[in-house]
């Protein structure tokens, strides 16, 4: 029984993480219907960042969540403006290509900047764990990567719903035309969101790699989880990501322990299907931002 | 717009599945293998991909003995002095893209095929070695299965994975006081940490360990959680690792965060190379790791002189790093290539295959000798510890730097 519970509740820390990394992913694609393939990549990018800056001046990769967030804020909102804002009309293939692309040339740039050596952000503590009764041990890492997993959607779903940018960009997201008649400029509440999301990404990357390796061969996985997360939670609702990576993060830990352990993913996909098919929306996803249409 | 979101989501996955599924194809010239005075070599490497990092040490192999072979004056074949040319390919980490380069080699003419990194693509490139009448110095693919083929044509100067993990079972059965009695496997999925499984599970069942878990999880993973919450109700004394990397880094991590306190941990693979204890940091200390070389290795050859020599040699081409021993067999496969077409006196692939399959030399890298269906079973394996930050060679003890600490983990 402990060691079930052992793994529901690393499933649930598990679960959290993947949410962390798909909330930026889940986020561009409900507003501007642009399924990020370079998302993996930023968030790659904000795991070398925080690591550097721990090399360098010593920074806790947790602190180093906020340089992390900002400067990816800012590479987020130059790349919308300058390149995915051109091709943000075209058919969903060309964001598609645009973004494999840039996710191509990121991954191969991060391998010439920091070789293809596998990393991760030393800490005391990360690896410690308290010990719950019932032998159930919740390591501190993960626990606070958890933990501002949860404070960054609170905070995201807070943003958009009770501030005016926030509100600008759930408007645009769900009517473009409208949006723009009531004079919101689309292009850089676009920018906006996808600066965000690169933040998101960015601060997901330092919390990832001080509880796991990376190297920028993980790009893809990343990508692979956000997506599978946003799926499973729905589009056009902030908690979706975390919801589905909680989802997807307590059926693998559960997978793992009644089926041979190469199976996780199996499991995982099928619960996907499974949900799909019961749930085309997601779990928490709203019909509509599968359906609309943009001007 | 629905049935366009939903293409999109499925092309999104197409691409993610497949990733970059275009292989680079560089310029190669052309030429035969001893075209003004040449001897070429193709080699197809995974220097993109989940395989870029070892893919790197393996070129890096390849390209020390290309500069120490030239720097003294070339391969003697038939009278004649040939330097080196290595023709490098990017496989991108991916079997069937290494087949097809290999194949493209064949168009060009270039019968010499230095290995790539990891079984799956050796594998797949001895397969296309055969079918064209190449021949294939295999550096990194340790697999069994590869030699079970009944394939002439491959040679791998590395100690099978069969050895993987037998050799750390047999370290710690000699050096642990008081010995272990329980002991349990995590392993990766592919072929090679199978095979090591298996022949570790073997090994500890004939010297009377009790295997308490055998636990697979999926290639790459970052996650082993799982396999390590079933083991802890067990309490193995020894955690075995059939491994690479990222599996390997995790289990180490993972198993602090569960509280799995086994007296040692032992992985193939991840522990010798310096990723593994920087990761770590103090979690790595005391872990064991099975290697194909130390620089204590005893042996030694003309061009590269002992194991000593070659890691001075080493350090010197690149900036003081320490070579690893994915460098060193690297650099024994061209060595191996480079003796054979030196005896064979031609560089046609039917004489140097034959050459090949008598060898019996001394090298930096051990013995160089192959069995009938080309595995070097000559040479033994040895098992390193991390010591203060460092691997540091610990078996067989003769050619130790350390003795073994036990238990190894400081919980």
Known sequence: MSQFLQATVYGLLQGCIFGLVAVGFSLVWGVMNVVNLAHGAFVLMGAYMAFELNQAVGLDPFLGVLPAAAAMFAIGYLIQRGLVNLVVNAPIFITLLLTFGLELLLVNGMLIVFTADYRSIPTDYAAHSITLPGEVHVPVGRLIAAALAVALTVGLSWFVRRTRTGMAILATGMDRGAARLMGISARHVYALTFGLAAALAGAAGAAVGSVTTFSPADAGRFTLFSFVAAVLGGLGNTYGALLGGLVLGVFQAWGGQLLPGTLVNAVAFGALVVILAVRPQGLAGRAFYASRVEV | ?411
């Open chain 2, 1 to 411: 717009m629905r049935t366009r979101t939903l293409a999109g989501a499925v092309v999104a996955a197409l691409v993610l599945a497949g990733g970059s599924a275009c292989g680079s194809k560089g310029d190669a010239g052309g030429g035969s293998d001893t075209g003004n005075g040449k001897l070429i070599l193709g080699a197809s490497l995974s220097l993109t991909g989940s395989l870029a990092k070892e893919g790197a040490l393996t070129k890096e192999g390849y390209q020390l003995c290309q500069d120490v072979v030239n720097g003294k004056g070339g391969v003697p074949v038939g009278g004649k002095k040939l330097n080196l040319e290595i023709q490098y390919q990017d496989d991108t980490s991916k079997p069937d893209t290494a087949g097809q380069l290999v194949d493209q080699f064949n168009d060009k003419g270039i019968k010499l095929i230095l290995g790539p990194y990891g079984s799956a693509t050796t594998e797949a490139a001895a397969a296309v070695i055969e079918r064209n009448g190449q021949v294939m110095a295999d550096a990194a693919g340790a697999d069994d299965k590869i030699f079970q083929k009944g394939y002439r044509r491959t040679f791998a100067v590395l100690s099978p994975a069969n050895q993987y993990a037998a050799s750390m079972i047999q370290a710690i059965y000699d050096l642990a006081q008081p010995r272990p009695t329980t002991i349990a496997f995590v392993s990766a999925d592919d072929g090679f940490s199978k095979t090591v499984t298996k022949a570790g599970v073997k090994k500890a069942t004939d010297m009377g360990l009790t295997v308490v878990g055998e636990e697979y999880v999926p290639n790459g993973a970052t996650d082993v959680s799982s396999a390590l919450t079933k083991i802890k109700p067990k309490n193995p004394d020894v955690i075995i690792g059939s491994v690479h990397l990222a599996e390997g880094v995790a289990i180490v991590k993972q198993a602090k965060e569960l509280g799995v306190v086994p007296k040692i941990f032992a992985e193939t693979v991840a522990p010798p190379t310096p990723d593994f204890a920087q990761s770590l940091g103090a979690a790595a200390e005391g872990v064991l790791g099975s290697t194909q070389w130390t620089d204590k290795t005893a042996g030694s050859d003309k061009w590269f002189g002992s194991a000593k020599d070659y890691a001075a040699t080493f350090a010197k081409m690149f900036n003081g790093r320490e070579a690893e021993y994915h460098n060193a067999e690297a650099t024994a496969a061209c060595l191996a290539l480079a003796l054979a077409a030196e005896k064979a006196g031609s560089t046609d692939p039917n004489k140097v295959r034959d050459a090949l399959a008598a060898l019996d030399e001394q090298s930096f890298f051990g013995p160089l000798k192959f069995n009938d269906v080309g595995q070097n079973v000559t040479k033994k394996m040895g098992v390193i510890q991390i010591q203060g930050g460092k691997p540091v060679p610990v078996w067989p003890t003769d050619s130790a730097g350390a003795q073994m600490k036990y238990p190894g983990a400081a919980a």
